[in-house]
């Protein structure tokens, strides 16, 4: 898989939160795509094994844990070994991280995008409920349950893929709707 990714696409997709995948590419542990802030999917396989290791390296170790990644991935080699006991498996990081973006593409080529439905907002098919906000209420901690409720027409995958659309896609207006009241 060779897509480019944003910072906020690549957090989203790993489940990271966007300021650590910034402060990797702020500190150059992470490499981005000359002349822009973009990720190459090595960088998402890395990404996945931080948040699974879930233990604080210093910075020169995470940089050469990247570079080592990096490397063993362009050379086609699908495990590399940190330190005596412990071995990361790029192949299943790989799998998983590719199911994941490839069922999230294909949801989003069904929602719609209209400027004469809810002023252009992103809504599901068939509706003029907006993608964001039902991602935005499952961020503020509203449970599958209740949402599903109040809307039943909505899958599972729908729930799952609006919240890593919201947190791919972060609104760029300063201004919520309470503003506008």
């Known amino acids: 898989m060779e897509t480019i990714f944003t910072p906020s696409e690549a957090a989203a997709f790993v489940q990271l939160p966007a300021k650590q995948v910034y402060s990797e590419l702020e500190y150059r ?3 981005s795509v000359p002349n822009s802030p973009s990720l190459p999917f090595a960088a998402l396989i890395y ?22 990644l990096v490397d063993a991935w362009e050379q086609r080699m ?13 192949d299943a990081i ?12 294909d949801w989003q080529k069904r929602l719609v995008t209209d400027a004469n439905i809810m002023g252009g907002e992103t809504v599901f098919p068939n509706s003029r409920l907006t993608v964001r906000r039902i991602g935005s209420m499952l961020e503020r901690g509203e ?13 599972q995958e729908d729930l799952e893929f ?6 791919a896609y972060p609104s760029v ?8 009241l």
Do not use: M
């Open 143 to 155: 449970s599958s349950e209740v949402i599903r409720e109040d809307y039943p027409y909505l899958s």
């Open 162 to 167: 609006a919240q890593i659309y919201v947190r």
């Open 78 to 90: 699908y495990s590399i070994e940190i330190g005596n006991f412990f071995t990361l498996h790029l």
């Open 47 to 68: 990404l996945r094994a931080l948040k699974e290791i879930n233990f604080t390296f210093s910075v020169d170790y995470r940089s050469l844990l990247y570079q080592r």
């Open 173 to 180: 207006s300063g201004l919520t709707h309470r503003d506008y």
């Open 94 to 105: 790989a799998i998983e991280l590719s199911d994941i973006i490839t069922r999230f593409k």
């Open 29 to 31: 542990v992470i490499v």
